[in-house]
């Protein structure tokens, strides 16, 4: 929290125009206040985050969900359509952000997309052994799909050999969109993070998986590709949030 105001106010001191407003990106639960209910990454539990910078810096400030304010910025900026668009987001935890009809889909608890918590590794899972995640359970799509867990897990394989391994992981995360796809009748999945891990094989794979796993009305035509922004995604979607927020420009 710290270092956070202190790169916030370095910025404000840096503008050479007015500020109306700051908008964060975080890992977590975020309620529509900025409230950061739980973010087991982080270790933040009940942090007003958006109330306390912004007492604290004098500017309002407008906080959600990383994945969401992704979801927002391939909305706004980048390629998609909002008729059916999950972001799902791999980096040091995984996530999903979801536009459906041109509306975030936030949830009753605002917890929506938190698909990085789904288990899908348990004792019955063929060549697969639990890990623990920071939610404090086992298993979750987070300890296999996150960047740290597809880098371990093809460190030191050949070319073959690493694309059959994240092709495992592929199928399941397509097991877990595969009723999330028929449920909202998606037009795509995007994804988001390392493109030398998720664009091949992995990709590839959750597509198939996705297909496999849904009548043809809800697999045909089902995009899965990659996110037309760069990592700077979340950036962009952050500042939506305050165009939203300060101007109700949406």
């Known amino acids: 929290m710290a270092t956070l105001e202190h790169l916030l106010r370095e910025m404000l001191a840096a503008a050479t125009r007015p500020v109306i407003g ?3 990106a975080s890992p977590g639960v975020i309620d529509a206040d900025g409230h950061v209910l739980e973010a087991p990454n982080r270790g933040w539990y009940d942090v007003p985050l958006a109330a306390d910078l912004s ?3 004098g500017v309002p400030v407008h906080v959600a969900n990383d994945a969401n304010t992704r979801a927002l910025a391939e909305f706004t900026y980048g390629a998609a359509t909002g008729d059916g668009t999950m972001v799902v987001t791999v980096g040091q935890g995984v996530g999903a952000g979801i536009v459906v009809d041109g509306v975030l889909v936030r949830g009753r608890r605002h917890a929506a997309g938190e698909i990085g918590h789904v288990t899908v590794v348990d004792e019955t899972t063929p060549d697969e052994d639990p890990q623990p995640c920071a939610c404090g359970r086992t298993g979750c ?4 799909l996150s960047v740290p867990a597809l880098r371990r ?3 030191g394989l050949d070319p073959h050999a690493t694309d059959a391994a994240l092709a ?3 199928r399941m995360l397509g097991l877990v969109l595969a009723p999330v796809s028929s449920a909202l009748n998606l037009a795509e999945i995007v994804l988001s993070g390392p493109p030398e891990l998720l664009d091949g094989p992995l990709r590839e794979a959750t597509l198939d998986t996705v297909r496999r796993r849904t009548m043809p009305a809800i697999g045909q035509g089902l995009q899965v590709r990659m996110a037309s922004l760069d990592e700077d995604g979340a950036l962009a979607g952050a500042s939506v949030l305050v165009l939203a927020g300060q101007l109700g420009v949406s």
Not at 141 to 144: D, P, R, S
């Open 168 to 170: 495992s992981v592929g």
């Open 22 to 24: 700051i908008g964060i």
């Open 141 to 144: 799509l987070e300890t296999v």
């Open 55 to 57: 007492a604290a810096l």
């Open 153 to 155: 897990r093809v460190a």
